[in-house]
């Protein structure tokens, strides 16, 4: 994944000229919505940090169930489309132009959730333990990206293995920095197209 903000500027900004598209499926990742739907299903909503937001289809559909949603990334185009999309949807999207290896919110939150970021391990991993610290006591942490599997036997995704993640990986951040895994595991993603289904890597932790 690149760390150039203007080349992810210029790929937002070319999808949005092709009718309007979006570089992103739109609409949450279904595993992602379904372990929110599922383990976070008691809870009432509060306040979340969407890491590395794109287009915000995770903000705006987090949003649309009540949680108040800090949007993240460090492309401005991509942050443009996620407030499109949140007028749209007719809900609130707090977007933040940063870049979330150098950012950190004002106070701890309720729901830290980051889908596909794979940066070099180098960067990753103090990373993801940093997206742990900055859960609030009783409060949840998802992540989502492509597991290290699917090189071999799945499709699509990063072709390098130093940038994609494992339940190991995503265990150690979460364990780190002191929440309760509740599930890490592979899924599996169905590619239109594509003989072999895509391989993902789901946790979901708390803090008691």
Do not use: K
């Not at 008691?42 to 590395?52: E, L, N, Q, Y």
């Not at 132009?97 to 950190?104: G, K, L, R, Y």
Request: with cysteine.
């Amino acid at each position: 994944m690149s760390r150039n903000p203007q080349e992810w500027d210029d790929r937002y900004a070319a999808a949005a000229a092709e009718c309007g598209g979006t570089v992103w499926t739109p609409g949450p990742n279904r595993a992602l919505a379904a372990a929110v739907e599922q383990e976070l299903a008691d809870v009432v909503p509060g306040t979340c940090v969407d890491v590395a937001a794109g287009e915000g289809r995770h903000a705006v559909w987090l949003a649309a169930r009540g949680w108040r949603v800090q949007a993240v990334d460090y492309s401005r185009v991509g942050l443009d489309r996620a407030r499109e999309a949140a007028a749209g949807a007719g809900v609130d999207v707090q977007t933040v132009c940063a870049d979330v290896t150098e950012w950190d919110p004002a106070e701890p939150v309720d729901l830290v959730v980051c889908a596909f970021l794979h940066l070099p391990s180098v960067t990753t991993r103090p990373l993801l333990h940093r997206l742990g610290t900055w859960v609030a006591p009783s409060g949840w942490l998802v992540l989502l990206g492509h597991d290290a599997a699917n090189l071999l036997h799945g499709t699509g995704g990063p072709q390098d293995a130093d940038v994609l993640w494992d339940t190991d990986l995503l265990r150690e951040a979460a364990a780190g920095a002191g929440l309760e895994v509740l599930r890490a595991d592979q899924v599996r993603r169905e590619v239109t197209n594509a003989e072999r289904a895509a391989i993902d890597v789901l946790l979901v932790a708390r803090r008691n």
